[in-house]
């Protein structure tokens, strides 16, 4: 009795269940990729930084602009840099 219950209301709610589930999945793949563009877009930032480490005032330029981008503190952006880079080759 209740097995015929139960598939009453699976028969009844599919639809809303399969909606429920395919919901569920694309909030997670949609955490997933906001996480994965801002790794990304941290890495290229100290990549950029960097890249212009010979010049002083372009290097300070770039440092602001990947402190800015990664929301960390200007003095602690080289050291940021260094553990996603680590984490890169991991």
Do not use: H, P, W
Not at 66 to 71: D, N
Request: hydrophobic share 40%; glycine share 2%; proline share 0%.
């Amino acid at each position: 009795m209740i097995t015929l219950d139960m598939s009453k209301f699976f028969e009844k709610n599919l639809s809303i269940i399969l909606l429920a589930t395919n919901a569920y999945f694309l909030f997670s793949i949609s955490g997933s990729l906001k996480e994965s563009a801002k790794y990304d877009s941290d890495l290229r930032a100290c990549a950029k930084m960097k890249a212009f480490m010979i010049d002083k005032e372009t290097s300070k330029l770039y440092e602001q602009k990947a402190s800015i981008i990664s929301g960390v503190e200007t003095k602690f952006i080289n050291e940021y840099c260094k553990k996603l880079t680590m984490q890169n080759f991991f």
